[in-house]
């Protein structure tokens, strides 16, 4: 267990970090020894802690010196550092002043308070949000658990859908990302994916039109050969005092786009799945506590969740595992965009948490479920929601 964290170095936000953190570790013999941590691999570790290391001992240091104890390179702070230019011995790393890491700007922080009042044109964009969400953009780091993977994004433009498009592209998957008509936001999200070096296809449309669905399918098909991963998550909603205020057309509209469209895609997708390959739809609380002003969202909401539970048994022969994501309140532009002013001051202070969560604190979910260490989860609703339980 570390204690005394002093952490040195540089780091390096985009590829990979390190930092020496002194320790006192009782499963180790020494009592006091000085750690080198880093993300990323070995190589990059190496490189990284040669240049920041002093001038003295930048052309000396030897890693075979070091034991590699998973993510970190242990060596006892007593002993003596490798041989100098001419012979001499260097010296301890506790006598060494490793220089410290350089000042980042602060990380944008998830919101503690309520939202102030604001509404947007249905479907929203980033933009306009105030304050704007965090998408992880400057915090999620990879470990290669989507390595070479193909994902299909639905709702990729914004949101949730962003936050999961930029964190499977830092964990080595090329996405396709499917939206509305949101052009500004979908090419935003195309320059995250871009910048971790992965592939983002942006394909607009409606996907209440079944052949859009099965036409997005294919455009994976012919630009990456394959198809690993599906996200259902594109979703409408729009509250309502009534029932009667509820039109037939925006009733079957918000089945259409919301469990219609996860049918249609999943249906076309399968026959270019390959066993491991996973799906996963975006849920929410309100399949488990609906929200009266949002009835019909929280219907099909609901129906996505057996919808989960039942496919995911059906293929789980084939290996390939079906799993949800239920949201509690996520600051989105669903929000402002389909939500009286009044209703967006107050989102997400119910839950236990009292604050509305960020899109970057829903994605880590999504790369769990899609990536090998969900190999015996199929058919589960995992609930992200600020302490609002699901039972």
């Known amino acids: 267990m570390l204690t005394e964290p002093e952490r040195f170095a540089t780091q390096d936000r985009r590829s990979g970090s390190l930092g020496w953190t002194r320790t006192n570790d009782q499963r180790i013999n020494s009592p006091t020894l000085y750690r080198l941590s880093y993300q990323g691999t070995e190589n990059l570790a190496r490189a990284r802690i040669l240049a920041a290391a002093p001038s003295a001992v930048k052309q000396s240091l030897a890693f075979s010196d070091l034991r590699l104890d998973k993510h970190s390179y242990i060596w006892p702070a007593s002993r003596r550092g490798p041989a100098l230019a001419g012979g001499a011995a260097g010296p301890a790393l506790s006598d060494i002043a490793w220089p410290r890491a350089p000042a980042f700007p602060a990380r944008r922080r998830a919101n503690t308070a309520a939202m102030k009042p604001q509404q947007q044109t249905p479907p929203g964009n980033e933009a306009d949000l105030d304050p704007k969400a965090d998408h992880g953009e400057d915090s999620y780091r990879g470990t290669d658990k989507l390595r070479d993977k193909v994902a299909i994004i639905t709702g990729g433009d914004s949101g949730i859908g962003r936050a999961v498009a930029i964190a499977f592209a830092r964990e080595g998957a090329d996405v396709l990302v499917s939206y509305l008509d949101e052009h500004d936001d979908a090419e935003e999200t195309q320059r995250w994916v871009q910048k971790a070096g992965k592939t983002c296809v942006l394909v607009p449309g409606d996907l209440a039109n079944p052949n859009h669905c099965r036409d997005i399918v294919q455009r994976a098909r012919d630009e990456f050969g394959r198809v690993d ?32 469209a996860q049918f249609f895609l999943a249906k076309a997708v399968l026959p270019h799945m390959k066993a ?5 739809n975006t849920s929410s609380i309100n399949a488990d506590k609906p929200s009266p002003d949002l009835v019909a969202y929280a219907t099909t909401k609901g129906a996505i969740a057996n919808f989960t539970a039942g496919l995911g048994q059906l293929l789980a022969e084939r290996n390939i595992r079906v799993n949800a994501v239920a949201p509690g309140p996520i600051w989105t532009p669903l929000i402002p965009s389909t939500m009286p002013k009044e209703r967006v001051a107050k989102f997400g202070t119910q839950t236990a948490m009292k604050r509305a969560g960020q899109p970057k604190e829903v994605a880590p979910v999504y790369v769990f479920l899609a990536s090998d260490d969900a190999s015996y989860i199929t058919g589960a609703v995992y609930e992200v929601t600020g302490g609002t339980p699901m039972l």
Do not use: C, P, R
């Open 229 to 260: 991963i599906l996200v259902n998550n594109a979703a409408y909603q729009m509250t309502h005092k009534s029932l009667e205020e509820i039109s037939d057309e925006e009733w079957t509209h918000t089945f259409k786009v919301n469990i219609h």
């Open 276 to 280: 491991g390959s996973s799906i996963i």
